[in-house]
């Protein structure tokens, strides 16, 4: 296979000793499967993209992880914990963090009451944890008593990722997060993504921005009609010219 071909779901291999392991899931809505037989690994510390046509059920497999859908067969592990059963409301105890694509915020409630809301596990509120979303959005400490409602696009989408990163997720979901945001805000999005990352978290994304994800992250998978096409890394999926021409537009 030269440089310039992606591997096919079908030749991948699976990583030895995943975060998260995704295996042979069929998964939907109701009596509706979105997915069929998908496979997907994310390691410890890695930032993977799931990329794909509008309907490839890309956002189905971040809801699947977290528990947002009815799952029909296969199976979910979480560093080690079969989850694929579990309830939303639990992954957060096994250390996930979820940004949904949209109503991502509290809008009436202040920013800082948001930030206090994504540590309502604790028995004590985290004032570093608050201390290191600050230390990394800033603007979140200037606007803390403003209504979540009253802020930017952007500004949500911090605070959104702020909230889920009040307890140190070791895995952060992200389901299209530039959906929305003007196009002057979505390279500093993403560099901020990026540092979360470098910091140590595990990034899952899906993300619509496809040649921009797949340019930042370790490895992409190519969902098609809620199957796996595609597993490689951003870099030789990008180099793929059937993946450019069939999904990121040439």
Same mark, same amino acid.
């Not at 071909?5 to 975060?19: I, N, V």
């Not at 985290?126 to 500004?155: C, H, K, N, W």
């Given at each position: 296979?030269? +440089?310039?071909?992606?591997?096919? $779901?079908?030749? @991948?291999?699976?990583?030895?000793? #995943?975060? *998260?392991?995704? /295996?042979?899931?069929?998964?939907?809505?109701?009596?509706?499967?979105?997915?069929?037989?998908?496979?997907?690994?994310?390691?410890?510390?890695?930032?993977?993209?799931?990329?794909?046509?509008?309907?490839?059920?890309?956002?189905?497999?971040?809801?699947?992880?977290?528990?947002?859908?009815?799952?029909?067969?296969?199976?979910?592990?979480?560093?080690?914990?079969?989850?694929?059963?579990?309830?939303?409301?639990?992954?957060?105890?096994?250390?996930?963090?979820?940004?949904?694509?949209?109503?991502?915020?509290?809008?009436?409630?202040?920013?800082?009451?948001?930030?206090?809301?994504?540590?309502?596990?604790? +028995?004590?509120?985290?004032?570093? $944890?608050?201390? @290191?979303?600050?230390?990394?959005? #800033?603007? *979140?400490?200037? /606007?803390?008593?403003?209504?979540?409602?009253?802020?930017?696009?952007?500004?949500?989408?911090?605070?959104?990722?702020?909230?889920?990163?009040?307890?140190?997720?070791?895995?952060?979901?992200?389901?299209?997060?530039?959906?929305?945001?003007?196009?002057?805000?979505?390279?500093?999005?993403?560099?901020?993504?990026?540092?979360?990352?470098?910091?140590?978290?595990?990034?899952?994304?899906?993300?619509?921005?496809?040649?921009?994800?797949?340019?930042?992250?370790?490895?992409?998978?190519?969902?098609?009609?809620?199957?796996?096409?595609?597993?490689?890394?951003?870099?030789?999926?990008?180099?793929?010219?059937?993946?450019?021409?069939?999904?990121?537009?040439?």
């Amino acid at each position: 296979m030269s +440089d310039a071909e992606a591997t096919s $779901a079908a030749d @991948a291999s699976p990583l030895d000793d #995943p975060l *998260l392991s995704v /295996r042979d899931l069929d998964a939907g809505y109701g009596d509706l499967q979105i997915l069929t037989d998908v496979d997907l690994d994310v390691g410890d510390g890695e930032y993977v993209t799931v990329v794909g046509p509008n309907g490839a059920g890309k956002s189905t497999v971040m809801k699947s992880v977290f528990g947002l859908t009815r799952v029909f067969d296969g199976r979910i592990t979480f560093d080690g914990t079969d989850i694929t059963d579990e309830p939303a409301e639990s992954m957060v105890h096994h250390g996930l963090g979820y940004v949904p694509q949209s109503e991502n915020v509290f809008a009436g409630l202040s920013v800082r009451e948001n930030l206090e809301m994504g540590a309502y596990v604790r +028995d004590e509120f985290p004032e570093e $944890a608050l201390e @290191a979303v600050y230390d990394r959005f #800033p603007i *979140l400490e200037e /606007r803390e008593g403003q209504r979540a409602g009253t802020l930017s696009g952007g500004q949500q989408q911090m605070l959104a990722m702020g909230r889920a990163l009040m307890l140190d997720p070791d895995l952060l979901l992200l389901d299209e997060p530039s959906a929305g945001l003007a196009p002057d805000l979505v390279d500093d999005l993403f560099d901020r993504i990026d540092a979360i990352n470098e910091g140590g978290t595990a990034i899952l994304m899906v993300e619509q921005n496809a040649k921009e994800a797949l340019r930042r992250c370790d490895r992409g998978y190519v969902l098609v009609q809620g199957e796996n096409r595609f597993v490689d890394s951003g870099e030789a999926l990008l180099a793929d010219e059937s993946v450019r021409q069939q999904f990121l537009g040439g």
